[in-house]
């Protein structure tokens, strides 16, 4: 009962901590954004979200396995077998180590291909900062591969307010480390630099959290290729969606830049970017669900208590629906008396 009580708190904790998470970038970003752009000029910040949209489409190498994990972590969980969880670890380090060094691979062809992959519409002096920009950014995604799988043990064991509080950490930093940066005049190139030192820390916290308190173990002799098999079923059709969103959230900075230029991108990025606001509204709490749906699946082949769990967050979610729209038509219908 005390475990149950303490995962309870977790999930608690966590879901309050997105939605001030949330709500703490919104307030930054309105508050960074107008001044990071006055010193980085829009070409500049067209530049940074033009090579941020082409290195994303290296996310897909994930294929999706960041969820399998923590389906198969939660089932080894709900039946103790902690060997399996250890071999499991190490699969997976395994897996996203040589996925990393696929990402690192494929980064550097897109780097000596910069001109064939942008088009006429970027300056020469241009085409050298995305070179530099491109190649430090492939770094930061080969490193969260490697990483991802501490991220993904966390989640799983839903340790929540450590990963949130990280987080929000990121959020107020960010700030803090880039306008310094900026007003030295180091641009897009020293924006890129100053992120990436700080997601270094980051994945470092997560890596010392799951081997100091969470005593995180790993296997890598047994390579079960059958689960592997199994796995790949699982995550394709999780793949199916990654691409799709790939597509739908980030093609339109890449035409964008290729036929209009940086300064066109800069502007469709600030709007992007306010869309992704929005959705994150309706994914805040889901990432903190996703391990206890797992290991309720995992329990027990009675959908009757997923069914309860999802309908009361259905209705929360409807009243604060209701509660905020009805809020703005009576707003709006006293603005216009």
């Known amino acids: 009962m005390p475990e149950v009580n303490r995962e309870a708190s977790q999930i608690k904790a966590g879901a309050v901590l997105s939605y001030i998470s949330m709500c703490l970038g919104f307030a930054i970003s309105i508050a960074y954004t107008p001044i990071m752009l006055r010193l980085l000029g829009q070409s500049e910040y067209g530049l940074y979200s033009l090579v941020a949209s082409v290195v994303s489409y290296l996310g897909l190498l994930?294929?999706?396995?960041?969820?399998?994990?923590?389906?198969?972590?939660?089932?080894?969980?709900?039946?103790?077998?902690?060997?399996?969880?250890?071999k499991l670890n190490g699969m997976f380090m395994v897996i996203f180590s040589i996925i990393g060094l696929i990402a690192v691979l494929a980064g550097t062809v897109l780097v000596f291909n910069v001109r064939t992959i942008f088009g006429n519409k970027l300056s020469a002096g241009e085409f050298i900062k995305v070179k530099i920009?491109?190649?430090?950014?492939?770094?930061?995604?080969?490193?969260s591969f490697f990483a991802s799988v501490f991220n993904s043990n966390i989640t799983a064991n839903e340790k929540y307010i450590f990963q949130k509080t990280l987080q929000m950490f990121r959020l107020v930093v960010s700030?803090?480390?880039?306008?310094?940066?900026?007003?030295?005049?180091?641009?897009?190139?020293?924006?890129?630099?100053?992120?990436?030192?700080?997601?270094?820390?980051i994945e470092i916290s997560n890596v010392v959290f799951c081997f100091k308190r969470m005593k995180m173990k790993l296997l890598f002799h047994k390579f079960d290729f059958q689960l592997m098999r199994e796995m790949a079923i699982f995550s394709s059709f999780?793949?199916?969606?990654?691409?799709?969103?790939?597509?739908?959230?980030?093609?339109?900075?890449?035409?964008?830049?290729?036929?209009?230029?940086?300064?066109?991108?800069?502007?469709?990025g600030l709007a992007a970017q306010l869309n992704n606001y929005y959705m994150s509204l309706s994914t805040a709490l889901s990432g903190v669900l996703v391990s206890r749906v797992n290991r309720m699946v995992a329990e027990t082949d009675n959908n009757e208590e997923l069914t309860n769990m999802f309908t009361r967050i259905a209705v929360r979610f409807s009243v604060i629906d209701l509660f905020f729209w009805g809020k703005n038509y009576f707003l709006s219908n006293n603005s216009l008396a």
Do not use: H
Not at 133 to 143: E, G, Y
Not at 180 to 191: A, E, F, I, R
Not at 239 to 252: E, H, P, R, S
């Open 175 to 201: 700030p803090f480390v880039v306008l310094p940066v900026l007003l030295m005049g180091y641009k897009s190139v020293g924006m890129v630099v100053a992120a990436t030192a700080i997601n270094v820390i």
């Open 62 to 86: 994930n294929f999706g396995f960041g969820s399998a994990y923590i389906r198969y972590y939660s089932r080894y969980k709900v039946n103790n077998e902690v060997e399996n969880i250890a």
């Open 238 to 268: 999780i793949f199916l969606n990654i691409i799709v969103d790939q597509i739908n959230w980030n093609v339109g900075k890449y035409i964008v830049g290729r036929f209009r230029g940086t300064v066109a991108v800069a502007i469709y």
């Open 133 to 143: 920009i491109m190649a430090i950014m492939v770094f930061n995604m080969a490193l």
